[in-house]
């Protein structure tokens, strides 16, 4: 018995986002035929942060010509400093996310500017998904993705930093492994690895901020929250 097949694809011919673009339209537009859709029940939509942001008027005048100029916005967008390395600041924000320059990011972005995170990621997944839905009439999950480093290893992966209509994460305790042992400790971020796979046809240089991942279970597409993800304080063996 073979397991789930997932297809994953990116979503071409999307333009420059600008401030006040209305995302899920031009989303729902892009997916609405060949080569990019129909999109089908159950699909799962990933979207990168960087043009959320950018719809969301996530984005502020640095100096272009100061390296470090963006640096006194990582201090603002923190509610800790986590930790500090020369010029890298390892933060807490107020999303709960633990990562590099508070998520600041100037890659990808016109020179002058940084893009900030999204207020509220889990709002503007709803969005997309409530706009693609009512669009198209389709019931999709949307993950809003954005690249982060990991603790003690090397390299980026995306991961998932808003969801909506898909699990962020998938409980396994208590259900047999394949050698019917009962699983004590296995919680599977899900959304995580949804992000990670639709990196990998949109990649980091190439201007595509849409993928469509097929094929998810569909035990996986309900309601659910960023929160899933984050480990509350009391559950952090490192701070």
């Known amino acids: 018995m073979t397991g789930p097949r997932l297809t994953v694809w ?77 010029d890298l600041i390892i933060t807490e924000t107020s999303h709960g996310f633990v990562c590099a320059n508070s998520g600041i990011d100037l890659s990808n972005v016109e020179r002058g500017y940084a893009a900030l995170l999204p207020i509220d990621s889990d709002r503007s997944a709803r969005r997309i998904r409530d706009i693609v839905r009512a669009r198209l009439g389709v019931e999709v999950g949307v993950i809003v993705s954005d690249t982060f480093g990991r603790p003690w290893r090397r390299g980026l992966t995306d991961v998932a930093i808003g969801v909506a209509g898909v699990a962020a994460v998938v409980d396994l305790r208590g259900t047999p492994d394949s050698l019917g042992r009962t699983m004590q400790v296995t919680e599977v971020c899900v959304a995580d690895e949804i992000a990670s796979a639709a990196e990998l046809v949109m990649g980091k240089s190439s201007g595509v901020p849409v993928a469509v991942v097929r094929g998810c279970d569909p035990s996986w597409m309900r309601d659910s929250s960023i929160g899933e993800i984050v480990r509350p304080p009391s559950e952090d063996l490192f701070r």
């Not at 008027?57 to 390395?85: F, N, Q, T, Y």
């Open 10 to 86: 990116p979503v071409t011919g999307i333009g420059e986002i600008r401030p006040g673009d209305q995302l899920g339209d031009i989303v729902a537009d892009a997916c609405r035929a060949e080569p990019n859709g129909p999109l089908l029940d159950g699909d799962v939509l990933v979207v990168t942060q960087k043009v959320v942001s950018k719809a969301e008027g996530r984005m502020v005048e640095i100096d272009p010509d100061d390296p470090l100029s963006h640096k006194s916005l990582v201090e603002d967008e923190a509610v800790r400093i986590v930790r500090r390395r020369g």
